[in-house]
């Protein structure tokens, strides 16, 4: 469930400028990594019209456990689960990974009435704590749990909330 609902007269109106920068060192298995990124846009609700400016940035890590080299693209295990051939090999590549981030949100966002009062945040920070299994390269299962907190008590199924806690379980194959 999403943790800010826009109001359904709520729209973008006009311009909108994104800066954004990210960097990311690599290394081995090692891999640092980090974004910002600034919008401004003219919007409208049922408040009115104005700029609002929504800011963000994030940190992580990772560390393959088992050695393999972490790149733009992924990881290739040594020892994958299955080679090409169809034969059974190993037990693929293991990563421990690890981010946290923020989330700054514009007050006018509530003020032109694109936000509820009761649904905005002011400021969500999460930290992800994760393991990644590389069964072969195109194949990957991640296990993350993640803690988000968020500035200001929002309304979530009736009930006001200043944090909440997920486990993600997620499974993707990629080309």
Request: charged share 25%; aromatic share 10%.
């Amino acid at each position: 469930m999403p943790f800010a609902s826009f109001e359904s007269d709520s729209r973008h109106d006009g311009e909108r400028l994104r800066l954004g920068a990210e960097a990311a060192w690599l290394r081995g298995p090692y891999a640092l990594f980090a974004e910002a990124l600034s919008i401004a846009e003219d919007v409208t609700g049922s408040g009115g019209s104005g700029e609002a400016t929504t800011r963000g940035w994030y940190l992580g890590g990772s560390w393959v456990l088992t050695g393999e080299p972490k790149t733009l693209r992924g990881v290739h295990p040594k020892r994958p689960l299955v080679r090409r051939s169809g034969a059974t090999c190993g037990s693929g590549a293991w990563q421990l990974a690890a981010r946290y981030s923020e989330l700054d949100l514009d007050q006018a966002l509530v003020e032109h009435g694109l936000l509820s009062p009761e649904s905005f945040p002011g400021r969500v920070s999460t930290l992800d704590i994760g393991l990644n299994w590389y069964a072969t390269y195109h194949v990957r299962v991640k296990l993350h749990a993640l803690h988000t907190e968020f500035d200001e008590p929002i309304l979530i199924r009736g009930e006001n909330r200043r944090a909440e806690d997920a486990v993600l379980l997620q499974f993707q194959v990629h080309f």
